[in-house]
């Protein structure tokens, strides 16, 4: 019994991988209900809160996000993307837009500059791909702005 | 004339074992549809249907396992790297990345990164990587699904019949007829499980998976991060170092796969898979004389010295091809050494080389078409 048992599952497994292929897109859309199946914040720069549109080039401002594996941490970032809404456009530049109340942003030359309490920063950490500019405004939990 | 019929029916037997591989390899790699964008595409398909249909076929003919699975697997291994550049270049316009791609999450995912979104995934209920969750190339979703099939039905055996990064060490390592470096400290292979524990909880106290990010030799051959300033270039020379260290130069001085044994967090985890698995490789005590053969061919160094693998095995079948007296053999658990291990070694065969054509034909696919367009 055991024998047949055994060799009846190792020949089921043959049937299963191939079943597990052919279903694969049934699988896939079964993990995407599992609650862990979201990017994180710190890779996909949380939810955007806000999108404005500036004509040429479509703003999507992220939520404030502090990641950590529990809780959150004390340092973190708001992501901006700037996206083109024109292909032929090779440079980044964008009037002044507020991020929030107390931050601005404005993008000369493909260089975002941050004000945020009377100062202005040049925000070095930024990512150009497939048409769209990223970059993070750093923050610490207390104030809006961390430069 | 008693010897003409014994081939001639041992080739029939094998032909007819051999014709529903044929169908799993047409209906995988075509998807049921023949209608390819190029006669490169074409030809490509065609090739590698026939050549693992080929290597199916003498596999069963000749009665060796590993010495056919190798060639595939090397060859796959090889392709993937043309056809994932390729890709890579078409859909980017490069091979490197650099943060724009990270955070516009547009990174293919790997098998490896599965051990370090764990813990995140269970405590923060989030994915620790930039890529696609699903859709696209490599999704998060498609690469999970896969495995997750491959840890219940293959277990470590995925190092040897799927992982696309294991065929390469698995090719160095036969460059030397025989090994330079003789003795190795079998023990090294647990270094493996102290990589997973260690990239586990660095990645997830980090929110990065940091085996990517610092340590993956593979980013050598397939994408490397793009040097902007000198933590970019201190990485990649990390990436191209461990690469020459581990899968060219050290499996050629010892004939084992160093990278997979001792260094890959993927395998450690899949062996944990082992112990679930329905196919074992285990020796017949009538048989077995203690030749030590085995022990000294396991690549993986796996094999103990009673002749019994341990967890880490990948039943990559070298110590079944290598036993003089064909004591080792693939079994099923559970079933008394009566049951024939040329039935168990069949089953095996099937589960596992339709796994490496479902899962690395359509690399090899795309790599052929590659080349074949370059040529043409």
Known sequence: MKNFVSKLWAILSVFLLLGSFIMGEQLQNMLMKAPFMRIDPYFSGGEVEQTLDMGAFTVNIHEKTFPALIGEADEGFRQITIIKNDTAITRYDIARFAADSTTRVEITDNTPRVTSGGKTTVINEVGVSGGKLIFRIPLTKNTAFNP | ?376
């Open chain 2, 1 to 376: 004339m008693g010897n003409r019929y014994k081939t001639t029916g041992k080739v029939f037997r094998s032909i007819l074992v051999t014709l529903p591989m044929f169908l799993i390899i047409l209906l995988f790699t075509t998807h049921g549809n023949l209608a390819f964008g190029s006669g490169a595409d074409a030809l490509a398909w065609a090739v590698s249907a026939a050549f693992f249909t080929l290597i199916f076929y003498l596999m069963l003919y000749k009665g060796q396992t590993d010495k056919y699975r190798a060639i595939a697997f090397g060859v796959s291994a090889v392709l993937f790297v043309v056809g994932f550049m390729n890709n890579l270049i078409e859909i980017r316009g490069s091979i490197s990345y650099d943060a724009g791609n990270i955070y516009s999450c547009d990174i293919p995912f790997c098998h490896i990164v599965s051990t370090m979104v764990i813990i995140p995934a269970a405590v923060k209920q989030t994915i620790i990587f930039g890529g696609n969750l699903q859709g696209g190339f490599a999704s998060i979703a498609e690469m999970l699904v896969i495995v997750a099939v491959a840890a219940l039905l293959l277990g470590r055996a995925f190092c040897s019949w799927g992982c696309f990064y294991g065929g390469w060490d698995d090719m160095t390592s036969r460059i030397r007829k025989r090994p330079i470096i003789r003795r190795i400290n079998t023990s090294f292979k647990y270094f493996s499980f102290a990589m997973l524990i260690l990239m586990a909880l660095w990645s997830a106290e980090s929110l990065i998976p940091q085996y990517c990010n610092w340590l993956c030799p593979f980013k050598a051959v397939t994408e490397g991060e793009r040097i902007v300033d000198g933590l970019t270039l201190a990485k990649n020379i990390i990436f191209y170092t461990l690469f020459i260290g581990l899968v060219v130069v050290l499996p050629i001085l010892t004939k084992k796969r160093i990278q997979c044994a001792t260094f890959c967090p993927m395998g450690a985890l899949l062996s944990l898979f082992n112990k679930i698995n329905i196919f074992v490789v285990s020796p017949d005590r009538e048989k077995c004389t203690g030749c030590n053969k085995c022990v000294a061919k396991c690549p993986l160094m796996a094999m103990r010295k009673n002749h019994v693998p341990s967890m880490t095995c990948a039943k990559c079948g070298r110590c079944v091809d290598s036993c003089p007296t064909e004591a080792m053999n693939f079994r099923i658990r559970g079933t008394s050494a009566k049951v024939s291990a040329s039935t168990a070694r069949t089953i095996f065969l099937y589960l596992a080389f339709s796994f490496m054509v479902i899962f690395l034909g359509s690399c090899t696919q795309s790599g052929l078409a590659v080349i074949f367009k370059l040529i043409f």
